[in-house]
């Protein structure tokens, strides 16, 4: 019996040591699709939980897209992951919530399937951006800033604006592109 516990934690150890970054996680798209977020790796990613329906939503998402529109989607990608969780302001399946950013903010950006981000029923990449932060979100327009190789930057709530963030983003494209231009 003890050789089979053994076994297990070894068995949860490994599996564990392999959630190392974010990208290393696999979701599920919008459009119902299983995507490994591992594509991102080598860009920045700005992870946002988005809402359809909050009084920040026009601000930010007509932000994150300028955001995405000007730095990617080589060295930058904002990643939205809408939520229900905070005041019932995202209630919309997924085919609506996407249809809805695409025509009214010209969303070019990833959009995920709608997830718990707080919670027992929380996504696993979403456990794991608030262990690495050590901040949890507790409404709408969480942003967790990812570096190119899946770590956690830092995390922001709703009421940091994205035009705040944007020089960050800015130099960390910055490095990466002056990083390319030395490998050449």
């Known amino acids: 019996m003890l050789s089979v516990l053994t076994l297990l934690f070894i068995l949860f150890s490994l599996n564990e040591a392999k959630q190392k970054d974010l990208y290393t996680f696999k979701v599920v798209n919008s459009r119902g699709r299983l995507v490994s ?24 998402y007509t932000d994150l897209q300028q955001l995405q529109r000007d730095f990617g989607p080589s060295h930058f ?6 939520c229900n969780q905070f005041g019932q302001q995202e209630p919309g399946s997924d085919k609506d919530i996407d249809a809805f950013v695409r025509r009214v903010y010209g ?14 029923g929380a996504n696993n990449a979403y456990k794991y951006l608030v262990e690495k932060s ?14 190119t190789d899946g770590n956690v930057v830092d995390a922001w709530g709703p009421s940091v604006s994205v035009k705040e963030l944007r020089p960050k983003i800015a130099e960390m494209v910055r490095n990466i592109i002056l990083k390319k231009k030395e490998e050449l």
């Open 37 to 60: 977020l591992e594509k991102y790796r080598g860009s920045v990613s700005l992870v946002v939980n988005v809402a359809s329906d909050c009084g920040f939503t026009q601000d930010h």
């Open 77 to 82: 990608n904002v990643l939205a992951f809408p």
């Open 107 to 120: 969303v070019s950006f990833p959009l995920f399937s709608k997830i718990a981000v707080v919670g027992t």
């Open 134 to 147: 050590g901040k949890e979100p507790d409404w709408n327009f969480w942003k967790y800033l990812i570096d």
